[in-house]
T-cell receptor, first 113, second 114 residues
Framework: DTGVSQNPRHKITKRGQNVTFRCDPI?????LYWYRQTLGQGPEFLTY????????KSRLLSDRFSAERPKGSFSTLEIQRTEQGDSAMYLC???????????FGSGTRLTVV | DQQVKQNSPSLSVQEGRISILNCDYT??????FLWYKKYPAEGPTFLIS?????DKNEDGRFTVFLNKSAKHLSLHIVPSQPGDSAVYFC?????????????FGTGTKLQVIP
């Protein structure tokens, strides 16, 4: 499978718990992005990695959010002390070069109850 | 501040007819424009793009038109097919810190009626 893989597909968690999502990009892609999509909205940029370096973070990414991409391969997005407002679809995308089209994964849908 | 706007949340078109999806933007620094298609329970998939130095790009049944003076672009699908039923996102990118930062619109849900 040469696509972008995200796990888990769905996550239901209680408010206040920590959650971690994983993204495996296309292997030759050096750029990796996290986006968040809420109902009725388009994807909103969260953060960007080039190889293992996190080069940009959106102001949407509060201090409860942290992302890593060790060794420039897979990436994880952790949300600490989840809030109901964190409920959304979290999308990962990767690309080899800009600007022609990201390849998105199917997303992780987070529900905070 | 919504820099990329899709003012029509939904559109219904008869099979075989033309579908026209519209998008407006406000940031004159955008240098590439892209359209993505999204089916339920899947991530968006890249459809077609256009550079800001062009006014038209065509790929099979899909054509994107760019009017820079009006800060407007549109996606034409001819002929429309039931499999085209999906949410279409307009997106625009600009160079930022060594990469192209992409901003998405809110999407237009297209329904092609057989």
């Amino acid at each position: 499978d040469t696509g972008v893989s995200q796990n888990p597909r769905h996550k239901i968690t209680k408010r206040g718990q920590n959650v971690t999502f994983r993204c495996d990009p296309i292997s030759e892609h050096n750029r990796l992005y996290w986006y968040r999509q809420t109902l009725g909205q388009g994807p909103e940029f969260l953060t960007y990695f080039q190889n293992e370096a996190q080069l940009e973070k959106s102001r949407l990414l509060s201090d409860r959010f942290s992302a890593e991409r060790p060794k420039g391969s897979f990436s994880t997005l952790e949300i600490q002390r989840t809030e109901q407002g964190d409920s959304a679809m979290y999308l990962c995308a990767s690309s080899l070069g800009d600007p022609f089209g990201y390849t998105f994964g199917s997303g992780t849908r987070l529900t905070v109850v | 501040d919504q820099q990329v706007k899709q003012n029509s949340p939904s559109l219904s078109v008869q099979e075989g007819r033309i579908s026209i999806l519209n998008c407006d933007y406000t940031n004159s620094m955008f240098d590439y424009f892209l359209w993505y298609k999204k089916y339920p329970a899947e991530g968006p998939t890249f459809l077609i793009s256009i550079s800001s130095i062009k006014d038209k790009n065509e790929d099979g049944r899909f054509t994107v038109f760019l009017n820079k003076s009006a800060k407007h672009l549109s996606l034409h699908i001819v002929p429309s097919q039931p499999g085209d039923s999906a949410v279409y996102f307009c997106a625009a990118s600009e160079g930022s810190g060594g990469y192209q930062k992409v901003t998405f619109g809110t999407g237009t849900k297209l329904q092609v009626i057989p």
